[in-house]
Each structure stands twice: as structure tokens, then as C-alpha cells.
């Protein structure tokens, strides 16, 4: 991870240039980019997924400049936007998925709000309304998944992590079953419902817990690929999918297109959605934004998301002041140069 400097873009016809304030690091796919375990990384079709890699896909930040024809911003302009980690950020208003910065919403609220939007993406991929559903994984991802099911109506949900402290902060964000876990078994989340789950997200990526949720979900129920899987699987496809009639369903964001017409699935439709969830209370992120992080600091910021799983949730980057010292720019989110 390294810092590059370059001057200030200047935007041609139909472009913005975009000041950034804040942007959020999504420790699941940006840490298996620089770990090098993307399942994308050898596969030329992906074509994002390569090295030297710009990440990020969350900012928040005001318009400085528009190019000749934008007529959608002006200068001044706050707004969120699928921004990269980089000061300035230039692009076509016409092409990027943006939205005028809500003024109801914090920081995190808003930054989070984008990682509830890809979590809510599972909910697009069930054949009939689930009324029992395990999560599996109490990451990010994990959390606002089972939180997005709650808002929904879904009167069973159960998330079981391997991490005790993951699971007392999915208490606090209103997430009342939660199932400590050993292993690849989902056990322990199963003694949480009345009867076998109609559906299982896994949505920590590890391959093996595939086959785990492919056991534990009921005849015709469906398991959902939320994280994106570092690996490879071996699937026993008589016995798990075929034999039980069992829905194995990806939920990639990319399923859906950055906006239709309304009535229709798309990840502008969702943010709102998210949005909303979050103003109305439905939806709690406090405490999921554990770290600060200067510009300087994110080559220290990814190392310590790589070796500090269980401290280390969301980390938002503040872009305002990059020279200064300041307040973290969450407040309760501790400076990532500290020694916590």
C-alpha cells in the first residue's frame, strides 16, 4: 500500500471534480485485494481485481469544479458517491452512482449505509420470504445482513460467529439470537429456531462454510453467497443441492444494475432503502466504525485490519486536514496509530 501524489484533475465536458472528505475502508474486499486472495486476482474476465489496485468505494465529499455540460451538480454541492481513497475524485455524474449527502445522517450512518446496501443485496436473492435465516459470520457484511432481514420482517434471524466480541457488539445492534460457533458446524445457531432455517447468508467467505450451510438449510430452502469466496469448494452435489432441491444463489451487488426505473432492483434503490432503515431507526451501526485513519496512515491502516480481525471493523479515512493531528473523525472510533 503506498501514497502517490499527483496534481488536481481538470474536469472536460460532463465531468465533476469532487473534493474528498471521508471515505470508508471495507476491511472484506479491499483486505483480500491486499493480501492477494481475491478469487478475481487470476481471472482476467474480473477486470477490477488487479494489481496496482485503487481501492475503495465509499466517500463522502463537495463538488469543486464542473466540466462544460453538468447541469446535475454545482460547485458547493455535499454528496455521497462510490469514491476511492484519494483526495480528489473526478467523474461523469451521468455514469457514477451518487446521492445528495443526506443532512439527517452522520458520518457513519452515511458511510455505513453504503456496506448496508451491498448486505441487503442478499434479500434480492430469495425465491419466497424466508421466515427463519442464519447468518453466517458477525463481520460487517454479516451484521448489516441480519439487521437488513430484521427490517424486512423476518421473524427468526440468528448469526453465529467463532468471536464472542463480535457477537456482544451484534447485541448491541439490536441482533437478539446470536450463536458462538466452532468450526465449519452450524449447530449452535440451529438450537436458536423453531425449525431448520429457509435460508443461511454466508457472509464471511470461507469456502468451507459453504458445506455448512448447505447441511443446516431445510429441503428447498436456500443458502446465499454474500461474502465473496476466497477459494475454491469441492460440493457434493447429489446429497446437498440436488437430492434436498436446495437453492445454492450468488448475491454479488453486481446482480443488480446502479439504477432502473422505479419499481426495480437496483443498488441506488437499495441506498435509499438504507438510508431509510437508518433514519428510522431500524438499522444501528454504532460501535461497527472502530478506527480513524489520516492519509498517511493506510499503509498502517490495512496492516492492522490484516493482524486485528477482532478489533478492527470499519475504519474510515478522514481526507479534511491531512497534516493535522484533529479528533477522529467518528466520534468513539480510536486513532489507528494508537496503541489500543
Known amino acids: 500500500m503506498v501514497l502517490e501524489p499527483q496534481e488536481p484533475p481538470v474536469p472536460g465536458p460532463g465531468e465533476v471534480r469532487v473534493r474528498t472528505e471521508y471515505s470508508l475502508i471495507s476491511p472484506g474486499t479491499e483486505l483480500a485485494l491486499y493480501e492477494g486472495t481475491h478469487a478475481g486476482l487470476n481471472d482476467p474476465e474480473i477486470t477490477f481485481a488487479k494489481f496496482p489496485h485503487r481501492p475503495g468505494y465509499a466517500a463522502l465529499g463537495r463538488v469543486e469544479t464542473c466540466g462544460e455540460g453538468v447541469t ?21 455524474p451521468g455514469q457514477m452512482l451518487w446521492l445528495p449527502l443526506p ?37 460487517l457484511v454479516g451484521l448489516l445482513a441480519a439487521q437488513a432481514l430484521q427490517a424486512r420482517g423476518v421473524s427468526e434471524v440468528v448469526v453465529q460467529d467463532i468471536n464472542a466480541a463480535r457477537l456482544q457488539l451484534a447485541k448491541r445492534c439490536g441482533i437478539a439470537r446470536c450463536a458462538l460457533g466452532t468450526g ?37 430452502g436456500e443458502v446465499v453467497l454474500l461474502g465473496s469466496p476466497r477459494g475454491k469448494l469441492e460440493v457434493d452435489l447429489y446429497k446437498h443441492i440436488h437430492r434436498k432441491g436446495v437453492a445454492l444463489v450468488g448475491a454479488h451487488e453486481a446482480m443488480v444494475p446502479d439504477r432502473a426505473p422505479a419499481g426495480q432492483s437496483s443498488r441506488q434503490a437499495l441506498l435509499e432503502q438504507s438510508f431509510a432503515w437508518l433514519r428510522q431507526g431500524k438499522v444501528r451501526v454504532d460501535g461497527l466504525i472502530t478506527h480513524s485513519a489520516k492519509p498517511k496512515n493506510l499503509p498502517l491502516a490495512y496492516d492492522r485490519i490484516a493482524r486485528d480481525k477482532t478489533r478492527v471493523l470499519g475504519v474510515v479515512v478522514d481526507w479534511r486536514n491531512p497534516d493535522s493531528a484533529g479528533a477522529p473523525a467518528v466520534p468513539g472510533a480510536v486513532d489507528i496509530a494508537s496503541n489500543d
Do not use: C, K, Y
Open 72 to 92: 446535475a451538480l454545482r460547485a458547493g454541492d455535499a454528496i455521497f458517491f462510490l469514491g476511492r481513497h484519494e483526495s480528489w475524485s473526478m467523474w461523469n
Open 103 to 139: 443532512a439527517d445522517l452522520s458520518v457513519a450512518q452515511v458511510l455505513m449505509g453504503r456496506m448496508l446496501q451491498i448486505a441487503a443485496t442478499s434479500t434480492l436473492a430469495f425465491r419466497e420470504a424466508p421466515s427463519r435465516v442464519v447468518v453466517i459470520g458477525a463481520g
Open 184 to 220: 465449519a458446524d452450524l449447530a449452535a445457531a440451529r438450537e436458536l429456531l423453531s425449525a431448520e432455517p429457509d435460508v443461511v447468508i454466508e457472509a464471511t467467505g470461507v469456502p468451507a462454510m459453504v458445506t455448512a450451510a448447505l447441511r443446516a438449510v431445510r429441503r428447498r
